[in-house]
């Protein structure tokens, strides 16, 4: 069973930046495409940013030019840094890992909490 873990949330200023990881348990880190989602209150889990086991990363376009996703296979680790907050980026970010075999297993972590306010 693969858990993932996610910290780095908190509150922060519009204009600042917080860096989220994702830390995930099991052996099938490094073949999994790995994403990060959000969920603001009263809205619908959206996808922010992927990046697949051969590093091709995909955003959202709210966030391109802003937001970086990157992944260390050697620490079972995936990041999400986020620059230029705005009070708009607010939602529980959630941590996805897709991994494809003879089916399809999705795991999602717990959720970690951004708010951006002054």
């Known amino acids: 069973q693969v858990q993932l873990v996610e910290s780095g949330g908190g509150l922060v200023q519009p204009g600042g930046s917080l860096r989220l990881s994702c830390a995930a348990s099991?052996?099938?880190?490094?073949?999994?495409?790995m994403g990060w989602y959000r969920q603001a209150p009263g809205k619908q889990r959206e996808l922010v940013a992927t990046?697949?086991?051969?590093?091709?990363?995909n955003y959202v376009d709210s966030v391109k030019g802003r937001f970086t996703i990157s992944r260390e296979n050697a620490k079972n680790t995936v990041y999400l840094q986020m620059n230029s907050l705005k009070p708009e980026d607010t939602a529980v970010y959630y941590c996805n890992a897709v991994f494809i075999s003879f089916n399809v297993a999705t795991y999602w972590g717990q959720g970690t909490q951004v708010t951006v306010s002054s």
């Open positions: 099991g052996n099938i880190f490094s073949r999994s495409t």
């Open positions: 990046i697949t086991s051969d590093d091709y990363t």
